[in-house]
């Protein structure tokens, strides 16, 4: 545009002189000369000037329109530019959209993800029959326990005859009296059913590291008991592997004593075992106990006193309370020095310490002085249909009591064998006597029919019943297990000959064998039935003819068989 005007400006100057120019020519004519005298511009000249003017007029018009061009140029420059760039801005936009249409689509084809977890959400389960509660993160749960097992059995034994001629007796070794010696029972065990268990109850976790279990029982040994407290425990876990466990509950001795009660290969636990948990152990035994496990080795220590009370309806007699319970110490320790991915072998040891057992007497009338406690040891054969304990020390006076024992176990897929030895031994207080000692001992095995295989329990160091693979009502016939065992409980102390009279040591308590074999069927997790068969013998002399109304030293024991059907729901 510059150039233009520049064109523009050159071209009227040119224009300017090319006027004058000409003018000048057209006015040059021969002239006189006269004297020089003053005049204004002429005519031509004004002219020229006129024109220039108009000229320049001329140009200055062509230059503001130059320059009016130039603005519109550049104006629609500017439009074109601001054009472009909304449509730039347009074209940016609609790609956004179209962005943001694509994530649309794509959520909405995406479920959302659950919301976050807080780990207080409350889930039921209903497995295997077993109904419990329980938190997300797990910290809480509650779970329901029910085990219920009826008994029906019955004992082939000689017909009883009179009194006179038929010897068969039961009671106590020591401590005898008229009102307490049976002449009836141990001549015609009772045929019939009892509950052997009837529990229910609630366990599960608090905290995370706590656990707790609360049960109740209402059956018991010949008949039913009142309902009472069979456990009452909390244990706490938070030291891995060490727990501590405070309550009333059956604490660690043994590994018949830790069969689990709805999946023992057998009725009942050999008396040797049953009679060695009870010293200061067993069932409802109010106790603080340590433990630590894992795979391979269990140990465990507990202090221990009274058991829980109950009150028999057969008897119609509770426990008593005493003037002051009984202090025992109670240690397991069990190893699997060798196992592979189907076998095991277990070796372990247990023992008992009672420091003082409780005080039934009270503050000597004269002395003032604490009474003496004593211990006993029974049992009933390996049935309890029939409540009648057949071997019987009855109150041994002591000041101290204890036992030991030894355990074995292999099992190799579905075949389990395992034994335990136990010794026990009685410081007496009555001077001038022997201090007794007793032993029993067991062997026992059972074989998974079916392939499966008892279940290893670390927390116990003991066996589990199997994990059912084909159960009836899930397509199969549930599992199958043979089950066989000898046991020998010995309860007599310096018990002399047949035909002789007691001495001032002797305890005729009674020596106990049984030959057991059984199957067992587990329909499923919650139904089982067993079936049993037993031999048993036992060998007794009388403690004394005058109370048990036999000759001197004659045999008051017997051999009989006995069969028996469990039918157990468990939950």
Do not use: C
């Amino acid at each position: 545009m510059k150039m233009m005007k520049a064109s523009l400006r050159g071209g009227v100057a040119l224009g300017v002189l090319l006027a004058v120019g000409l003018g000048a020519g057209a006015q040059a004519k021969p002239v006189r000369r006269h004297p020089a005298k003053a005049s204004g511009p002429s005519a031509t000249e004004l002219a020229l000037k006129a024109q220039v003017d108009t000229l320049q007029t001329q140009v200055q018009s062509l230059e503001s329109r130059l320059d009016a061009q130039a603005q519109a140029q550049q104006q629609t420059t500017a439009q074109i530019q601001a054009a472009q760039t909304q449509v730039q801005a347009a074209q940016t936009q609609a790609q956004a959209a179209q962005t943001q249409v694509a994530e649309l689509k794509e959520q909405a084809a995406t479920p959302p993800p659950p919301p976050p977890k807080s780990g207080a959400e409350v889930t039921a389960s209903l497995k295997d029959g077993h109904l419990g509660v329980a938190t997300e993160d797990k910290r809480f749960s509650l779970n329901l326990y029910g085990l219920v097992q009826l008994d029906t059995g019955a004992y082939f034994q000689d017909a009883p005859g009179p009194i006179t001629t038929d010897l068969r007796r039961s009671g106590p070794a020591l401590g005898y009296s008229s009102s307490n010696v049976d002449f009836a029972h141990a001549r015609d065990l009772k045929d019939g059913a009892d509950f052997r268990r009837a529990r229910i109850g609630v366990f599960g976790n608090a905290f995370g590291d706590f656990q707790y279990r609360v049960l109740f029982d209402f059956a018991g040994s010949g008949t039913e008991n009142a309902g009472y407290l069979y456990e009452g425990w909390a244990q706490y876990s938070g030291f891995d592997p060490l727990k501590i466990r405070v309550g009333a509950f059956a604490p660690l001795y043994g590994l018949a004593d830790q069969d689990a009660t709805s999946a023992q290969p057998f009725l009942e636990r050999p008396a040797s075992a049953d009679i060695a948990r009870n010293l200061a152990a067993g069932d409802s035994r109010i106790a603080a106990q340590v433990f630590a496990t894992n795979d391979r080795w269990l140990a465990s220590a507990a202090v221990t006193g009274r058991t829980v009370g109950q009150l028999n309806t057969g008897t119609a007699s509770p426990t008593p309370q005493t003037f002051a319970d009984p202090l025992g110490f109670v240690g397991r320790v069990a190893v699997t020095p060798v196992k592979g991915e189907d076998w095991r072998v277990q070796l372990g040891a247990h023992g008992t310490w009672v420091d003082h057992p409780a005080d039934t007497t009270g503050p000597s009338s004269t002395t003032g002085l604490s009474g003496n406690g004593s211990v006993s040891f029974s049992d009933q054969d390996e049935l309890r249909v029939d409540g009648t304990k057949l071997i019987n020390t009855g109150n041994i006076d002591a000041r101290h009591a204890d036992s030991e024992g030894a355990e074995f176990a292999a099992q190799w897929r579905g075949v389990l064998v395992q034994s335990e030895y136990d010794h026990f031994h009685v410081q007496r207080i009555i001077s001038g006597v022997s201090d007794p000692s007793f032993n029993g001992w067991y062997l026992e095995g059972d074989w998974m029919v079916t392939g499966e295989a008892r279940r290893y329990n670390k927390d116990t160091a003991a066996f589990d019943g199997p994990a059912i693979a084909r159960p009836v009502g899930g397509g199969g016939w549930g599992a199958f297990e043979l089950a066989a065992r000898y046991s020998d409980m010995n309860l007599n102390f310096d018990g002399g000959p047949l035909g002789s009279a007691p001495v001032a040591s002797t305890i005729r308590g009674g020596r106990l064998e049984v030959w057991t074999a059984g199957i067992n069927w587990y329909l499923n997790p919650m139904v089982r039935i067993a079936l049993e068969g037993q031999h048993v013998k036992l060998d007794r002399l009388s403690p004394d003819a005058t109370a048990y109304i036999t000759p001197v030293g004659a045999q008051i024991g017997q051999s009989y068989d006995s069969v028996a059907v469990r039918t157990q729901l468990a939950f």
